[in-house]
């Protein structure tokens, strides 16, 4: 298996399991889950052979936006915190469709593309959407979610000028991105420390993500690190199928199930004490 087409699975992984996090933010509308298969279908029928259907998958993604936006612009910091996941699945969109129609954006090939894409997917929409869901919700903790949420879209800013414009900004959007998730999953685990299963999922999370990280810290330092497994790069082998496989979907599982879990001791004390 080439690199190219084990991007293109990742990819496709990635595009099934991060507009879930939709979930998190509102009540998903009628028909959503047809537009999610379409879309779904979409991108799965544009990755291996109808590159045409690529550009359904931009507009289901523009779509879901508008649904969590309600129609309007963010009023305040945790409704722009709740943007922003949303606005990484429109940038991961125009990746994938550079890379499927290979339109060569910013001069980069589907390589670049489909790994950009992952990033936008995993990193942006899975990883941050559970910790910008967990910033839309009134509590203690709320501030250090909606910081921690911006500082993460400020940083992968950061990372795309470095890798375009000025090497010197990458590590600076690298080093705030290690700061900024794990302390947000960290916290998370404090809070959910009484719930089991979305405990174990985002310990699982934070593992496999402080994992990733390391190899993404050699990498970029360019230390001695994994170097490739047959013809697929180590980053791609390893770090790609980590995050999108474990990492993103771990987090995002884990959040779902703790504030499920809150709402309905929630609901249930509410109405005791009606």
């Known amino acids: 298996m080439t690199e190219l087409q084990v991007l293109r ?10 507009p879930w996090s939709t979930r998190l933010f509102v009540a998903l509308p009628r028909g959503w889950r047809v537009a999610y298969g379409v879309g779904v279908v979409s991108v799965a ?3 291996f052979g109808l590159p045409w259907l690529a550009v359904l998958w931009p507009i289901f993604c523009l779509g879901n936006l508008a649904v969590v ?14 943007a922003v996941p949303f606005a990484f699945s429109l940038v991961a969109a125009t990746w994938i469709v550079g890379g499927i129609h290979d339109l060569r954006i910013l001069g980069y090939g589907p390589h670049f593309s ?25 509590g ?20 795309a000028i470095g890798i375009d414009v000025s090497a010197s900004f990458k ?10 998730i794990p302390t947000a999953q960290i916290v998370f685990l404090i809070d959910a420390r009484s719930n089991r299963a979305a405990f174990t999922a985002g310990l699982l999370a934070v593992g496999a993500l402080a994992f990733t990280l390391g190899l993404a810290w050699l990498h970029q330092l360019g230390l001695p690190s994994l170097g490739s497994i047959g013809s697929v790069r180590a980053m791609v082998a390893v770090h790609g199928v980590v995050n999108t496989l474990v ?3 771990a987090m995002l599982w884990a959040v779902h199930r703790y504030v499920r879990t809150v ?12």
């Open 9 to 18: 699975v990742l990819v496709l992984v990635s595009a099934v399991v991060a």
């Open 45 to 47: 029928g544009a990755l």
């Open 69 to 82: 936006l309600a129609g309007r612009l963010p009023r305040s910091l945790p409704e722009l915190a709740a």
């Open 114 to 138: 489909f790994y950009a894409a992952l990033h936008g997917n995993v990193l942006g929409w899975m990883l941050v959407g559970a910790i910008a869901a967990l910033a839309r919700r009134e």
């Open 140 to 159: 203690p903790r709320q501030r250090l979610y909606v910081a921690a949420t911006l500082v993460c879209f400020v940083s992968f800013l950061l990372v």
């Open 171 to 180: 590590p600076i959007g690298v080093a705030g991105l290690t700061f900024a």
């Open 247 to 249: 990492v993103g979907p």
């Open 263 to 274: 709402d309905a001791r929630r609901a249930s004390a509410a109405l005791v004490g009606a």
